[in-house]
């Protein structure tokens, strides 16, 4: 059952239109990531889901009830916004309590929110920072204040703005697996702006990759990720080596001509003029594993070691292809190698 359907939605400001009709459904207890370049219309959508644009066309529905023309408050929804928007002059406790309190009757009297406001802060474990100000912490304490506060009214969908792009790279790590701890043990609906794609493709069950204010491509990680729809898709998610070639399937087994002449075996259903996908970490740089992988002569240009990796650029005909190999590799710029992958991992769009 879905949670959140999204249904058409267009947004214009003014003359602009940012938003083109989406269509989302987002299933209940679940996690799905909004992914995209900046300005791809990402973070407006996450407004019009919340109350806080309204939507030009189209509409939103939230537990079977359209929320469409509600105002934000009356539509069951928390948001964490990118910046935390913590109230400098309350403490901690009272800026948990402070949604609760916007909706006295539903949540209690006084003692009542605190008390829930304090379970909130312990399942962030911030328990004991209660009585401190925002200015007392650091960015990642502050960063579970807001989240306390966006969970504390169980609200029937979560709504993520960027929660952990201010944060240092090792805290972002922790902080994904604890969100997702805490996500999965609450069973919250979640929608997570993001433009990190690895952050996208570790954290969630759906994702809704989009371009110029339109779905480019929705599904599992592992899906948009092995199958991608269109050659921005295989670009964006994930490093990719787009070549142009043309497929022919004479022989019955569909080939593709490279720009060198050389024919390699792939999959693709169509023929002529394509795009041929080869993810980088698919591409081998020295001896083929199997007699019918494909081979190919290039040239080094560079190499980057990275500790248990190393990342190539190498020249075939004229193209700029990027390969990893394991951190033992020794090629050097200026050295000539062979590239070999196997039909498998060779996807024409």
């Known amino acids: 059952m879905a949670d959140l359907i999204i249904k058409n939605v267009h947004k214009s400001f003014g003359d602009v239109e940012v938003l083109k009709g989406i269509d989302i459904s ?26 806080l644009e309204t939507v030009s066309g189209g509409g939103i529905a939230v537990g079977g009830e359209d929320v469409t023309a509600l105002a934000p408050e009356k539509r069951d929804l928390s948001m964490m916004f990118q ?24 949540y209690g009297n006084a003692k009542k929110q605190r008390e829930l406001a304090r379970q909130a802060l312990e399942q962030v474990r911030m328990g004991q920072y209660a009585e401190r100000m925002p200015r007392q912490l650091s960015g990642g304490q502050q960063q579970r204040v807001a989240l306390a506060r966006a969970i504390v009214g169980q609200p029937r969908v979560l709504l993520l703005d960027e929660p952990l792009s201010n944060l240092d790279a090792r805290l972002r790590e922790e902080m994904q697996v604890e969100l997702i701890e805490l996500q999965r043990a609450l069973g919250l609906t979640t929608v997570f702006v993001t433009h990190d794609q690895d952050e996208a493709m570790s954290m969630s069950d ?4 989009m371009r110029d204010g339109v779905v480019e491509q929705s599904g599992a990680p592992e899906e948009l990720y092995r199958s991608p729809s269109s050659a921005y898709a295989a670009d964006f998610l994930g490093a990719a080596n787009l070549l142009d070639v043309t497929v022919s399937a004479a022989s019955g087994s569909p ?3 490279l720009a060198g002449g050389e024919s390699v075996p792939v999959r693709s259903d169509k023929t002529g003029a394509a795009t041929m996908v080869l993810r980088q970490e698919r591409v081998r740089i020295g001896a083929a594993e199997a007699e019918d992988d494909a081979r190919v002569p290039a040239q080094v240009i ?8 190393v990342q190539y650029l190498v020249d075939f005909h004229g193209q700029t292809l990027r390969v990893v190999a394991g951190g033992d590799s020794e090629l050097r710029a200026g050295e000539r190698a062979e590239l070999s992958w196997s039909s498998r991992d060779a996807l024409v769009l």
Do not use: D
């Open 26 to 51: 987002v299933p209940s207890g679940s996690f799905v990531s909004l992914l995209g370049a900046s300005g791809c219309g990402k973070s407006t959508l996450l407004r019009c889901i919340a109350g």
């Open 83 to 106: 910046s935390y928007a913590l109230f400098p002059h309350m403490s901690v406790l009272e800026n948990v309590r402070f949604p609760l309190r916007m909706r006295g009757e539903r």
């Open 206 to 209: 759906q994702v809704v990759l």
């Open 255 to 257: 080939v593709a001509t």
């Open 302 to 309: 560079s190499r980057v070691f990275r500790g248990s990796e």
